[in-house]
Structures are given as C-alpha cells and as structure tokens.
C-alpha cells in the first residue's frame, strides 16, 4: 500500500511564500514523476509543476519563476517552494506520484490535498 502524505499549505498574503512536502510512504519499487496539481473552487484539477527521477522539470506557465519544484529521491519526498503568491494560487493543492510498487504496475497516486489560501 503506497500512500502519500502532504503537509505545509496555509493563509498567506500576497507576495509571501509557501513550502509543500509530500512525502510517499510504503512498498514502492521505482518512483518516475512526481508533481503538484492544484484545484481552484469551480475549477479543474491542473498541472502546476512536476519532476523526473532525473531531475527534468515543467512548470505551468503561470507559476514559472514563482514556484520552485524539487525532489528528494532518498526519501520519497518532494516539495514546492512557492514565492511572490498570488490571490489566484488560492486553490486545493495536490500531490502526485507516478510510481511502481513492490510487486503491481506503474500507476498513479495522489495525496489527500491542502488548501492554499492567499489573501490580497
């Protein structure tokens, strides 16, 4: 059983900075991409940025030069650095694995969400 576990979202000001960990826990095998997405109220789930195993990155291109994403591949764990927020980062972030456990397929997983909340 893969599970993943996000922690740091919160109520921030505009132009002030988050950080956000998932870190993924249990039988994993091999772990390939490894990303944030974010849902606003109303909205659709998209892409904010993700990760490699080595190390390539994509970010939105309304986060470029704000957001920062980085993984440790020791331990299961990847972050977002989030700088200069905006009122429109207001959204539920979520995290998400692509990875294969010990013993099943390549598949996706995703982490429970925190709500990001910037005030202007």
């Known amino acids: 059983q893969v599970q993943l576990a996000e922690s740091g979202g919160g109520l921030v000001q505009a132009g002030g900075s988050l950080r956000l960990s998932c870190k993924a826990s249990?039988?994993?095998?091999?772990?390939?991409?490894m990303g944030w997405y974010r849902q606003a109220p109303g909205g659709q789930r998209e892409l904010v940025a993700k990760i490699t195993s080595g190390g390539s990155t994509n970010y939105a291109d309304s986060v470029k030069g704000r957001f920062t994403i980085s993984r440790d591949n020791a331990k299961n764990t990847w972050y977002l650095q989030m700088n200069g927020l905006k009122p429109e980062d207001t959204a539920v972030y979520y995290c998400?694995?692509?990875?294969?456990?010990w013993g099943e397929g390549r598949s996706d997983y995703w982490g429970q969400g925190t709500q990001v909340t910037v005030s202007s």
């Open positions: 249990g039988s994993i095998f091999n772990t390939y991409v």
């Open positions: 998400n694995a692509d990875l294969r456990a």
